[in-house]
C-alpha cells in the first residue's frame, strides 16, 4: 500500500514573484504537487515555469497537449532553462475570481543514475466562460542530481495572492 503525505503546503497571503519548496526531505520513492493558482499576467494565456534544485540552464525539455474548446494543439520545447507549462487561465474574458488547478508528479526525484522526468496535468475552473483548457503533459531535466528543490514562476506578472500549493511525498508501505 502507498502511503501519501503532505511535505508542505504554501498559501499566498500576497502576491509573490515565485513559489519554491527547499530541503525536500529524501524519505520518498516520488513527489506530487497540487496546486491552485493564478497570475496577474493572465490576459490572453499565462504559463508557468519549473525548475528544480536553482538550475535555470538549457536543460530542461516538455512537450504539452492541450485541449482548448474544440481545438487539440500540442507544443514540444528542447533545451529550455525551465520545463513549461500552462495554467489555462487564457483569454481577455477570463473570471477574475478564477484559479486553475495543477498537479505534477516528480517520479523517483532521488535517483541520482538517471534524468528527472515529470508529468503533469492542469485545468480551467469549470466557471471560466471565455476559453475553456485543459491540458497535460511530460517534462524532463537532464540532470541525475536528487531534487532538493522546486520552483514555480509565472512568465508574466506575479503569482496572485490566493495561490497554495501543496507538497506531498509518495513511498511504499
Do not use: C
Amino acid at each position: 500500500m502507498a502511503v501519501i503525505e503532505a511535505i508542505a503546503t504554501q498559501y499566498l497571503e500576497a502576491d509573490a514573484a515565485s513559489v519554491t519548496f527547499s530541503s525536500i526531505p529524501s524519505s520518498y520513492e516520488h513527489l506530487q504537487v497540487h496546486g491552485s493558482h493564478r497570475a496577474t499576467g493572465w490576459s490572453g494565456g499565462q504559463a508557468f515555469y519549473i525548475e528544480f534544485n536553482g538550475v535555470s540552464s538549457n536543460t530542461y525539455a516538455s512537450h504539452t497537449m492541450v485541449a482548448a474548446n474544440s481545438t487539440a494543439m500540442g507544443q514540444r520545447l528542447d533545451s529550455q532553462p525551465y520545463i513549461k507549462i500552462y495554467d489555462g487561465i487564457h483569454g481577455s474574458l477570463a473570471d477574475m475570481t478564477e484559479y486553475a488547478t495543477i498537479l505534477l508528479d516528480v517520479h523517483d526525484y532521488r535517483d541520482t543514475n538517471k534524468n528527472t522526468t515529470v508529468q503533469f496535468q492542469m485545468f480551467d475552473a469549470i466557471t471560466h466562460s471565455n476559453d475553456v483548457r485543459a491540458t497535460f503533459g511530460t517534462g524532463f531535466w537532464e540532470s541525475t542530481a536528487a531534487i532538493t528543490q522546486i520552483k514555480f514562476t509565472p512568465s508574466n506578472g506575479s503569482l496572485l495572492r490566493g495561490s497554495e500549493y501543496t507538497l506531498y511525498g509518495l513511498k511504499s508501505s
